[in-house]
């Protein structure tokens, strides 16, 4: 039996990109000892960082004006490494507050400077995108997640920021790689690989030039964005392994057809479950309907006198795992991001059909 994993992150992966990563761990390219072994100075890996970057480049069509970096410290990291870097004394900047990661980002912006809540949907448990927002005139820049992992929206437009001299900064960890986007319209994107890009460990991070090194600061050495634009991500030992993965992850894209062609099988995917979802007379999604999200799915009992775990266990039977909603939203949360293949939405589906045919 196939098995399919929903999980939110770390999220399913190829099945070819995990077997790449087996012979890896053990032999890499026949070279008779394991990637992780291999020192980050050595030709190999020098190479891996460098394809990797260039492929980050050209799939996300980025402009020459942006650096790619591969940090480490997950994109919780960057929730303080960005105002850090990029907030001046006594500064503001803000945030759109669309559920637990944001709330997180901006918790740690409120330790540098000053934050500016442009709009929340905390009072509706975040079920929606926001779309009217104050801006403060003399924010540096505007902060939103993309993709809220846990509550299953997303924007689906991006915000503009209202002082001309700001940019947009976005978490994108749950939906980078799954849709277009235009670059040129952010002066920081992060994003911990270990959703649509390989296993934790390696967060990506693309700054604009002018962002690096403002110094309006004395940080550690390590939270510079600077350290690691001047050492090309390689001012202490990296997660050699992880941006392997990473590599081999983007090249399962690039010959899928790259990003547009990934986006249209997302939303077919999506499409497919919140439209059985919406005929199911047991289920229902929580979700303002346009900002569903097409990477994380959460759908629940219309009745709660049904067992989630129940349910949970029928999933399980048919291979079907991970599928436990958040505790903050409950029921059920499918994770469909860039690896999970069309038939493991079906197979979702088909047991969705078969359980609640006699219930
Ligand atoms: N932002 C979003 C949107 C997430 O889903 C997560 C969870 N992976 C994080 C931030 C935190 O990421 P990390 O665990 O890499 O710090």
Same mark, same amino acid.
């Given at each position: 039996m196939k098995t399919f994993n929903f999980s939110a992150g770390p999220g399913c992966l190829p099945d070819s990109v995990l077997k790449i990563a087996s012979l890896a761990a053990t032999d890499y390219e026949d070279s008779g000892i394991s990637l992780m072994e291999m020192s980050h100075r050595s030709t190999d890996v020098m190479n891996l960082f460098d394809n990797a970057t260039s492929r980050v480049k050209s799939l996300l069509k980025i402009p020459n004006n942006y650096h790619v970096l591969w940090l480490q410290g997950g994109a919780s990291l960057q929730f303080s490494m960005v105002p850090l870097n *990029? *907030? %001046? &004394?006594?500064g503001i900047a803000d945030y759109i507050e669309t559920g637990s990661w944001s709330t997180k980002a901006i918790k740690e912006c409120n330790r540098v400077g000053t934050v500016n809540v442009s709009a929340s949907s905390k009072a509706k448990n975040f079920s929606y995108i926001p779309k009217k927002l104050i801006q403060n005139? +003399? +924010? +540096?820049y505007l902060h939103f997640t993309s993709n809220n992992t846990i509550y299953g929206t997303q924007f689906k437009k991006f915000p503009d920021p209202l002082n001309p001299n700001g940019y947009l900064v976005a978490d #994108?960890?749950? &939906?980078? $790689? +799954?849709r277009t986007i235009d670059v040129s319209k952010f002066g920081l994107i992060y994003a911990g690989a270990q959703k649509n890009m390989g296993p934790a460990g390696v967060t990506l991070v693309i700054i604009r030039e002018d962002l690096v090194g403002l110094n309006h600061r004395e940080i550690p050495t390590m939270l510079n964005y600077k350290t690691h634009v001047l050492k090309e991500? #390689? $001012? !202490?030992? %990296? %997660?050699v392994f992880s941006v392997f993965i990473v590599n081999e992850t983007l090249k399962w894209l690039e010959k899928i057809g790259g990003i547009e062609a990934i986006e249209k099988i997302n939303n077919n995917k999506a499409k497919k479950l919140y439209d059985e979802i919406d005929l199911n007379k047991h289920f229902k999604c929580p979700v303002n309907i346009e900002d569903r999200s097409i990477m994380n799915v959460p759908f629940i009992f219309k009745n709660n006198s049904f067992s989630d775990k129940e349910f949970l266990a029928f999933c399980d039977k048919r291979g079907l795992k991970t599928l436990k909603g958040h505790r903050s939203v409950g029921g059920f949360r499918a994770s469909?991001? !860039?690896? #999970? %293949?069309e038939a493991g939405v079906e197979a979702l589906i088909l047991s969705i059909r078969e359980y609640t045919r006699n219930l």
């Open positions: *990029l *907030l %001046p &004394d006594k005139e +003399s +924010s +540096s #994108m960890s749950s &939906d980078i $790689f +799954s991500s #390689m $001012f !202490n030992t %990296p %997660p469909i991001y !860039n690896a #999970m %293949p």
